[in-house]
């Protein structure tokens, strides 16, 4: 063992000693155990709620999206097609056409405005036309399962009084309850509908794929646009892509969170400066002699170094095993509850993550150990005979 390591040590271990010393060094190991623990559970708390968004993000968008960068319809349907064919772990791919529409209910007492596409799950053959809308839509209307809604497109037909607005009237099969993450339509019908109120009767407005791994969704956009003809007649998209704003905020709001709690460590390393100091004055005597026994000022110095990253050392395992524990205890048994009709989760979720609990660790430990850098200074600056003076 060094003889920094040595000293270091042996001055941690006889400050219990002396009861003021030893209680300024319990606050700082318990103050930096409890902001590493404090910047743990937040981070868990935050990565368990950003897994289930990025997961209702994978489940609920499409993961290939590929669409007109010009126009409003896919100039060579065919071709995208087959370009997603291309793409490794693709499972399915499906038309997409969506339009503007009006919604009312079978009086037309109620109308609002909506968005409607076709079904991504095509209804059985034979089975009953209809369609599905949101819980929100069958609110505002009035209408529950079973009873007849009308959709108004804005386009129209020639008729003998004139033009009329194309309409179809539906019964309502599903009124379904969606995330607030959900990009699904408000009114999902079957394709044929979605046709007749788009006017679409050829080809599609996108083509949708999902995907096997949807983590793979990057490198499966790259063959699709390998194997898309040249131009820049398409836009692929992932379900990344589309979802980048929503992304942002995730990543900013953990950075946001990480910076605010990490204060808490930073006023920890206020004591552990404090404790150095303290300790300085109390070994003036021993680093008098020392320095006369032919130390050098950086060994000196480094005795404290090492003292400071023992504290840091000693504060952030018992903060991380402290925070580690109260997440996976919190996750585990559900010691925090949410009601389900309001948050679609019974519970808080906590997660824990390997790499934000490392940079945890370095930014605890690197915080201790630059709040031991100016006591340990001073001390390699106290010459021999001044610190055996000044410890009578």
Same mark, same amino acid.
């Given at each position: 063992m060094r003889?920094?390591?040595f000293?270091?040590?042996?001055?941690?271990?006889?400050?219990?000693?002396r009861?003021?010393?030893a209680?300024?060094?319990?606050?700082?190991?318990a103050?930096?155990?409890?902001g590493?623990a404090?910047?743990i559970?937040?981070?868990?708390?935050?990565?368990?709620?950003?897994?289930?968004?990025?997961?209702?993000?994978?489940?609920?968008?499409?993961h290939?999206?590929?669409?007109a960068?010009?126009?409003?319809?896919?100039?060579d349907?065919?071709?995208?097609?087959?370009?997603?064919?291309?793409?490794?772990?693709?499972?399915?791919?499906?038309?997409?056409?969506?339009?503007r529409?009006?919604?009312?209910d079978?009086?037309?007492?109620?109308?609002?405005?909506?968005?409607?596409?076709?079904a991504?799950?095509?209804?059985?053959?034979g089975?009953?036309?209809g369609a599905?809308?949101?819980?929100?839509?069958a609110?505002?209307?009035?209408?529950s399962v079973?009873?007849?809604?009308?959709?108004?497109s804005?386009?129209?037909r020639?008729?003998?009084?004139?033009?009329?607005?194309?309409?179809?009237?539906l019964?309502v099969?599903?009124?379904?309850?969606?995330?607030l993450?959900?990009?699904?339509?408000?009114?999902?019908?079957?394709e044929?509908?979605?046709?007749t109120?788009?006017?679409v009767?050829?080809?599609?407005?996108?083509?949708e794929?999902?995907?096997?791994?949807?983590?793979?969704?990057?490198?499966?956009?790259r063959v =699709?646009?390998? !194997?898309?003809p %040249?131009?820049?007649?398409?836009? $692929?998209?992932?379900?990344r892509?589309?979802? &980048?704003? @929503? +992304?942002?905020?995730?990543?900013l709001?953990?950075?946001v969170?990480?910076?605010t709690?990490?204060?808490v460590?930073?006023?920890?390393a206020?004591?552990?400066v404090?404790?150095?100091?303290?300790?300085?004055?109390e070994?003036?005597?021993?680093?008098?002699v020392?320095?006369?026994?032919?130390a050098?000022p950086?060994?000196?110095?480094?005795?404290?170094?090492?003292?400071?990253a023992?504290?840091?050392?000693?504060?952030?395992?018992?903060?991380?095993?402290?925070?580690i524990?109260?997440?996976l205890a919190?996750?585990?048994?559900?010691?925090?509850p949410?009601?389900?009709?309001?948050?679609?989760?019974?519970? =808080?979720?906590? !997660?824990?993550? %390997?790499?934000?609990v490392?940079? $945890?660790a370095?930014?605890?430990?690197?915080t &201790?150990l @630059? +709040?031991a850098?100016m006591p340990a200074?001073?001390?390699?600056?106290?010459?021999p005979g001044?610190?055996?003076?000044?410890?009578?």
């Open positions: 003889f920094e390591t000293v270091a040590l042996r001055y941690l271990a006889a400050s219990r000693r009861a003021h010393v209680l300024i060094a319990t606050i700082s190991v103050g930096l155990a409890i590493v404090a910047l559970v937040s981070l868990a708390l935050l990565s368990g709620f950003q897994d289930r968004i990025r997961l209702q993000m994978m489940e609920r968008s499409s290939l999206r590929v669409s960068a010009r126009g409003a319809t896919l100039p349907v065919e071709a995208a097609r087959r370009a997603l064919a291309r793409a490794p772990g693709v499972l399915e791919v499906q038309a997409a056409i969506e339009g529409a009006w919604a009312s079978a009086d037309g007492t109620t109308t609002v405005p909506v968005r409607f596409r076709n991504e799950e095509p209804a059985p053959r089975s009953l036309d599905r809308i949101s819980a929100a839509l609110a505002r209307l009035h209408v079973g009873d007849l809604v009308r959709l108004s804005s386009r129209s020639l008729s003998p009084i004139g033009p009329v607005p194309i309409s179809v009237v019964p099969l599903q009124a379904r309850r969606s995330g993450l959900e990009r699904s339509a408000d009114v999902e019908v079957s044929e509908t979605a046709r109120l788009s006017g009767g050829a080809g599609a407005f996108a083509l794929a999902r995907l096997k791994d949807p983590r793979e969704a990057e490198s499966a956009a =699709v646009r390998a !194997a898309l %040249p131009g820049s007649s398409y836009r $692929v998209e992932t379900w892509d589309r979802n &980048a704003p @929503l +992304a942002f905020a995730l990543r709001e953990k950075v969170i990480f910076v709690v990490a204060l460590v930073v006023v920890a206020l004591n552990v404090s404790n150095i100091a303290l300790t300085v004055v070994k003036k005597r021993d680093l008098g020392f320095t006369a026994m032919g050098a950086a060994s000196l110095r480094r005795v404290y170094l090492t003292l400071g023992a504290i840091g050392v000693i504060g952030t395992a018992a903060g991380l095993v402290l925070g524990g109260l997440s919190a996750d585990r048994y559900h010691l925090v949410l009601p389900s009709d309001v948050y679609l989760l019974s519970h =808080v979720p906590f !997660a824990i993550h %390997p790499a934000e490392a940079a $945890v370095v930014f605890a430990l690197a &201790a @630059l +709040a850098v200074r001073a001390a390699a600056r106290l010459a001044e610190a055996i003076r000044l410890s009578r």
